[in-house]
């Protein structure tokens, strides 16, 4: 009954033009990070990774935990081929694998436990001294499967067991919206990865991410200085938006598209560069994003120029760290409940908290019926 009237208290119902923004419940009570565990990180794609992190000779591997579930990412040596498990021996339930990513030897993933080894495909290949025990049989005891997708370079996990859509229903005419707005998000060279970690819900950052541009102009002077806000539009759908503004300068090209991908993914193409951002709920007040920036291949040993151009990112990222703190302060004051959309830029954030308010409601239907 609690999480039914959190949930609630928002109505998509009710028009962008008359509608009251998600109250600040949302963003403060313990148990609406529980409830979005499953309803909304238990069955959308998630962005882990890119391909890069599995380059190399023979099996590659990366590894990562999203809301307590630990995850391995493998490919295939020979093949190719991308696989996903739990980062759990089915043993007894020994992590597997420490490392962020690297190679796995002789084709085996060998429990630090134990000793149960797994081959590549996730079936159990070896388990020590089985003498004795009876009633086993080694197929009911691989690795349990996470499904995988890949987009262009990035690679994607949606942790249910039967996910509603494929990676490419789900999110590519996201992706085809931003290369035809800025440029192809493929044959782009990795040039590093940056991680912030902000004292907010991780929904503030997002909200922050699709006001539309609106606080652009007052928080962001540097960038603001190169980009037309008279042109800034945006464009939204059920899984994804997108918002695009004409800019002038040697970093930003002449235009940057902003894609978003339900519920914590977004990817930023503009001039030669593209970053990707993914946020990661640590807790109901903390939240970690990790950067991705990627080059067009003729500027990719531009040192200075990627110097410079990764400062005055930081600095944006600087920005948006103490304006996010702000809010979840005034979130937590008991003197806010709930807000209003300004219509010219908000439809974003109001698209993405009518996508929310579906998952919550499915998944508290679902607990009903059980």
């Known amino acids: 009954a609690h999480l039914r009237r959190l949930v609630n208290r928002f109505s998509p119902q009710v028009a962008l033009a008359r509608a009251a923004t998600a109250p600040a419940e949302w963003y403060r009570d313990e148990s609406m990070l529980n409830l979005e565990k499953e309803s909304v990180f238990g069955g959308n794609w998630l962005h882990v990774g890119h391909l890069g992190q599995l380059s190399g000779e023979g099996d590659r591997y990366l590894t990562g935990c999203f809301l307590g579930r630990p995850y391995i990412v493998v490919k295939s040596g020979d093949t190719g081929e991308i696989k996903s498990f739990y980062n759990v021996c089915s043993h007894h339930a020994m992590q597997l694998l420490k490392e962020d ?11 630090p436990y134990h000793g149960w080894q797994y081959s590549c495909d996730g079936r159990l290949a070896k388990a020590t001294a089985m003498k004795g025990m009876e009633d086993f049989k080694a197929r009911d005891y691989g690795l349990k499967p996470i499904h995988v997708e890949t987009l ?79 042109s800034y539009h945006n464009e939204c759908h059920r899984n994804w938006s997108l918002q695009y503004a004409e800019t002038e300068s040697e970093r930003l090209g002449a235009g940057a598209a902003y894609g978003f991908l339900y519920p914590n993914f977004m990817v930023n193409r503009y001039g030669p560069w593209m970053d990707t951002n993914t946020v990661v709920p640590l807790g109901i007040k903390k939240t970690q994003i990790i950067y991705d920036y990627f080059l067009e291949k003729p500027r990719s040993e531009d040192n200075e120029f990627i110097e410079k151009s990764l400062e005055a990112s930081h600095q944006v990222q600087l920005e948006d760290e103490e304006l996010c703190a702000g809010v979840q302060m005034g979130l937590e004051s008991g003197a806010y409940d709930v807000g209003r959309y300004v219509p010219r830029f908000e439809e974003p954030m109001y698209s993405f908290h009518c996508r929310l308010h579906e998952d919550f409601s499915k998944r508290l239907d679902h607990m009903g019926a059980e």
């Not at 690297?102 to 429990?111: D, T, W």
């Not at 800025?182 to 590093?192: A, E, H, K, Q």
């Open 101 to 111: 990513k690297g190679s796995i030897k002789n084709g085996r993933i060998v429990c």
């Open 152 to 230: 262009g370079p990035l690679i994607f996990l949606n942790f249910s067991d039967t996910p509603n859509s494929s990676l490419d229903e789900f999110g590519s005419d996201m992706f085809s919206s931003v290369k035809k707005r800025s440029g192809p998000i493929d044959d782009l060279v990795f040039v590093r990865r940056r991680t912030y970690n902000l004292d907010c819900n991780w929904k503030v950052f997002v909200d922050n991410y699709l006001d539309g541009g609106y606080h652009v102009p007052y928080a962001h002077e540097g960038l603001s200085e190169n980009m037309s806000m008279e």
